[in-house]
């Protein structure tokens, strides 16, 4: 059976938002109080603006770690395990109600389409209070894929 190898692509911030838009597994990472990583496996979306974006509740851990320190990298995965991942690094905002808003609509509507009944979502959005994290992108790595090294190619 012939080997997987391993690979790394480099892509243009087009291509990027290109392989980010149908991909909303992805792990969130912020820096604690302490400095050491937090990570947190949520949905994300990618806004009009090619911005990554995340529902959330505003007393989330990730939320207090982006108040304190916006900086934030996001390891975004393929629906499948062995599928290609990127790392995008970016600096994150919290939007909180009412703000929040009409950027959760988009949120929704950037991983499900349209809702039936958007006054019903909105409704719901206010009633649990919810927010926003937008990640702007700074920077991101090569889209990867895992495998063996080259050297190993049969």
């Given at each position: ?62 939320v207090r770690n982006i108040r304190r320190d916006p900086r934030v990298s996001v390891c975004v995965l393929s629906d499948d395990w062995d599928g290609p991942w990127v790392q995008v690094d970016g600096t994150a905002e919290v939007l909180d109600l009412p703000e ?55």
């Amino acid at each position: 059976m012939p080997r997987h190898i391993a690979s790394n692509t480099r892509v243009d911030r087009a291509a990027l938002t290109e392989f980010l838009r149908p991909r909303h597994r992805v792990v969130l990472m912020t820096t604690r109080s302490d400095g050491r990583p937090q990570a947190s496996p949520v949905a994300c979306g990618v806004d009009a603006e090619g911005r990554l974006v995340i529902s959330t509740y505003p007393e989330r851990a990730k939320v207090r770690n982006i108040r304190r320190d916006p900086r934030v990298s996001v390891c975004v995965l393929s629906d499948d395990w062995d599928g290609p991942w990127v790392q995008v690094d970016g600096t994150a905002e919290v939007l909180d109600l009412p703000e929040a808003l009409e950027p959760l609509v988009e949120y929704f509507r950037s991983i499900s389409g349209e809702h039936p009944d958007w006054d019903e979502y909105r409704q719901a959005m206010v009633t649990q209070g919810k927010s926003l994290i937008r990640v702007t992108i700074d920077g991101w790595g090569p889209i990867a894929t895992g495998g063996f090294p080259s050297r190993l190619a049969d």
